[in-house]
């Protein structure tokens, strides 16, 4: 322990040095920027205008990307991407708008997610996407998918194909539509609002531009647009701690130092064992399935994973990847406990929703440009995971329903592709409108966790074929996906009363044991199940 702190000292030292320089600098020409441009910040009407400006640019990448595009482009790029823009980009679908305003809240609000423990979630997923790199990787560049889904058509039969496929759509559409309210309620609140646009304008416009950048070059338009989105979403919190940071006279060795002496520097919770919702077991156990469901399983990430060329290439994006998405998490939390250490100094109340923290300082007590910076930085944090969403959706439902791989392409298939995106963008906008109208914040997550249970049969399906030679009754298929959800829920809610357990992001795992065991249920005889090895080297 002591080592460790003589090391922590060496660190400040040297910080020291550097924050008196770089940072300070930093600091100073923030706070000149933003002086300069409070007046000009203060109007709704000058913030759409820069929100207009910032989508014009979106725009402009699509337009450069997507010519000559077809649809082997907009599915996987004629996969020619660069995996470092891959790398960099999906940093930006990972941390979504939920994540940009959640994560800094729950630093201070007690529970689960106090103070820095996230990272012990952050340091499951690190497990997860080496998982990732080294196991399903493989096998989708082995059987060359566009849809990863085609892997249970080829292990299992196609009614699992279909019952895979069907769970990511449900899965997607309620949470890219969660995501995009969040963002389409802030922008209401705070600009269109005050301008007397309606909210059901605000959400179609933001649909119809996301529709305009990508429904022509689609996946390899979003490569790029990501990677400036992700930018723009790192940008606002770097700015925003910078500003606070400027407020409260602290560089980056004053940083440290008050957030470690402050409750909100704990990073490792072993304490009160397995009851505990931020035990480091429970949490590390939790962040790796969840990755390894929601990213290796979702057709959404892997989408942009498989635009690389070579599996080398999409190895190296995936390791380069998670190095960013640690950094990147470990900034946010930093923000978190610099927002709640700042609101102490000022007195400033604590909102009721630990949600709402990030929003009420950044618009309402700190220099009126970080309302902007976080404005543009929320949409392109919700925008950078909802452009994916719809393109991977399309792709899902046009490879995996319509069976486009199978047949040549045509003009009359191009404009099918053009239907089926602008479907899924009303769908979303109907989603959107709905959950307006419901109203209920309790509600509206609970229809969130829904879709966290779709991800559970996925888990099982991949570990049965890939972990055993079982063959099973595939016309049984749905049923058992259909239950596994059903028994978690009931699991989830009786648990506390019959073992005294509260179940919490560990239900994915057990969601996935119980569609594993139930698939087990309706096996043939093993010895007529292909191993994915004989299935690859088939391919």
Not at 341 to 360: C, W
């Amino acid at each position: 322990m002591g080592s460790l702190g003589e090391g922590c000292n060496l660190l400040r030292l040297y910080l020291h040095e550097i924050e008196t320089g770089i940072f300070g600098a930093f600091v100073r020409y923030v706070n000149i920027v933003f002086e300069s441009f409070d007046r000009l910040c203060m109007s709704p009407t000058t913030a759409l205008i820069l929100i207009l400006g910032y989508f014009l640019l979106l725009v402009a990448i699509s337009f450069l990307t997507s010519k000559t595009a077809d649809n082997q482009s907009f599915f996987t790029a004629n996969r020619q991407a660069p995996w470092y823009l891959v790398a960099f980009g999906m940093i930006g679908a990972t941390l979504s708008g939920v994540t940009f305003i959640s994560v800094p809240g729950a630093v201070g609000a007690g529970g689960a997610n106090q103070a820095f423990a996230y990272m012990q979630l952050v340091l499951g997923y690190v497990a997860g996407y080496i998982v990732i790199a080294r196991v399903l990787l493989p096998v989708y560049y082995r059987l060359k998918l566009t849809s990863i889904y085609a892997y249970l058509d080829q292990r299992f039969g196609n009614t699992s194909y279909k019952t895979g496929a069907g769970y990511f759509l449900v899965s997607r559409i309620i949470g890219a539509s969660f995501r995009l309210y969040l963002v389409a309620i802030v922008m209401d609140k705070f600009i269109l609002g005050p301008l007397n646009i309606p909210f059901a304008v605000t959400v179609a416009a933001a649909i119809v531009l996301i529709w305009i950048y990508t429904f022509r070059g689609g996946i390899k338009t979003v490569v790029w647009t990501d990677t400036f989105q992700t930018a723009a979403m790192l940008l606002a919190v770097f700015l925003t701690v910078g500003a606070i940071a400027g407020q409260m006279d602290l560089g980056i060795g004053g940083i440290i130092d008050r957030i470690g002496d402050s409750p909100y520097g704990k990073v490792f919770f072993f304490e009160n064992g397995w009851s505990d919702p931020n035990n480091f077991f429970k949490q590390f156990l939790a962040g790796m399935f969840l990755t390894i469901v929601m990213t290796g399983l979702d057709q959404d990430m892997m989408q942009k994973n498989l635009t690389v060329k070579t599996l080398k290439d999409a190895q190296l994006n995936m390791y380069t990847f998670t190095g960013i998405l640690v950094m990147a998490n470990i900034l946010f939390l930093t923000l978190g406990a610099m927002l709640y250490l700042h609101a102490g100094d000022q007195g400033i109340a604590i909102p009721e929703s630990a949600d709402q923290l990030f929003p009420t300082i950044a618009l309402e007590h700190l220099p009126p440009v970080i309302g902007i910076v976080f404005l543009l930085g929320l949409i392109a944090a919700a925008y950078s995971s909802a452009d994916s969403a719809l393109t991977a959706l399309t792709t899902s439902f046009c490879v995996d329903f319509l069976g486009f791989e199978k047949k040549p392409s045509t003009p009359q298939l191009k404009q099918t592709r053009w239907l089926v995106h602008a479907g899924f963008s009303v769908v979303l906008f109907i989603v959107i409108i709905i959950f307006r109208e419901i109203n209920d914040r309790s509600v509206i997550n609970q229809l969130f966790t829904v879709a966290g249970y779709t991800y559970g049969p996925l888990l099982g399906f991949y570990a049965l074929g890939l972990f055993t030679r079982v063959q099973i009754r595939d016309q049984w298929s749905p049923l058992i996906c259909i239950l596994s959800p059903i028994l978690t829920y009931i699991i989830s809610t009786q648990s506390e009363a019959w073992i005294g357990y509260k179940f919490g992001f560990e239900l994915l795992i057990l969601n996935g044991l119980l569609t594993f065991v139930g698939l087990l249920l309706i096996q043939k005889d093993p010895d007529d199940s292909p191993s994915i090895d004989d299935i690859g080297s088939s391919s």
